[in-house]
């Protein structure tokens, strides 16, 4: 069946960096966008980045430009997100996830990890 798992999650200072990764099986990874999403205590889950199936084209959310960049290796059926200069409002559970084409929509994307918890203490 397919899964989708995330990692690298963790507790990070202010200022610092994570990476996220998260490994797809059981679905043809290069025929996919793929996204990733956050959700913070009390609130909805939310639009982070996104990356075309070719790596090609990507989108942010306003609140990430120029700190987070997604990638892709698809030989490794893998989606990365590196988060720099991190701050307190970016706790949250990170969730990627996989849609037909580029989007910023959640419901357009039909498989989702299970999510990793960054907490970022200021």
């Known amino acids: 069946q397919v899964q989708l798992v995330e990692s690298g999650g963790g507790l990070v200072q202010a200022g610092g960096s994570l990476r996220l990764s998260c490994a797809a099986s059981g679905m043809p990874f290069s025929s996919y966008a793929m996204g990733w999403f956050r959700q913070a205590p009390g609130k909805e889950r939310a639009f982070v980045a996104a990356?075309?199936?070719?790596?090609?084209?990507?989108d942010y959310v306003d609140s990430v430009k120029g700190r987070f960049t997604i990638s892709r290796d698809n030989a490794k059926k893998t989606v990365y997100l590196q988060m720099n200069s991190l701050k307190p409002e970016d706790t949250a559970v990170y969730y990627c996830a996989a849609a037909m084409h580029l989007t910023t929509m959640n419901n357009e994307y039909f498989y989702w990890g299970q999510g990793t918890q960054v907490t970022v203490s200021s």
């Open positions: 990356i075309t199936w070719t790596g090609s084209s990507t």
